[in-house]
């Protein structure tokens, strides 16, 4: 369609369903948006929603020399995905707690067990007070080690380990 300028007009229906499309589309961007707002907003808070837990170390106290760790082996898979947390208080501000876990893939598809293996190792400095959590998977076996880079004097440090799922 030509106006009087002799230039084309678009027609009233094309505007229409144009305008349409684009609100729809802001809508759902919008949806979209806010869907993973919830997501993100709700795995925050998530961990507090985990309401069981086993105590596998409960306020055992270490009298570690200079430079020296100690270390537990959980050989037993958990059994739920979750978290555990270390609590640490030390003598000494030079503490860490490195934290090692293993999972195997179960069977699937015909592929055998233990054909897939996702390692974790994360070693974090913790200073004389603090609590730390790490996610753990299902079907895993966990180490914690918690030691001292005191080279001088060694370190009193009493330990807590909680498995949440």
């Known amino acids: 369609m030509e ?18 499309v684009c609100i729809v589309l802001v809508v759902g961007l919008f949806g979209v948006i806010f869907g ?54 030390s003598s000494t501000d030079r503490t860490y707690v490195w934290v090692l876990w293993s999972f195997k893939s179960p069977p699937f598809d015909g592929v055998p067990y233990g054909t897939h293996q996702i390692s974790y190792s994360n070693l974090t400095y913790v200073g004389t007070s603090s609590t730390i959590n790490f996610a753990i998977l299902p079907g ?19 330990v807590t380990i909680t498995y949440h799922y």
Do not use: C, M
């Open 36 to 89: 993973f707002e919830r997501q993100i907003g709700g795995s925050e808070d998530a961990a507090s929603k985990l309401d069981r837990s086993v105590v596998w170390i409960d306020h055992q106290t270490l009298n570690e020399t200079a430079g020296s760790s100690y270390a537990w082996e959980f050989g037993v898979p958990v059994n739920y995905a979750g978290y555990f947390s270390v609590d640490v208080q």
């Open 140 to 158: 895993s076996n966990a180490a914690v080690e918690v030691g001292n880079n005191n080279t001088d004097t060694g370190a009193t440090v009493t």
């Open 3 to 20: 106006g009087p300028s002799g230039k084309k007009i678009v027609g009233r229906n094309l505007v229409i369903t144009l305008g349409i």
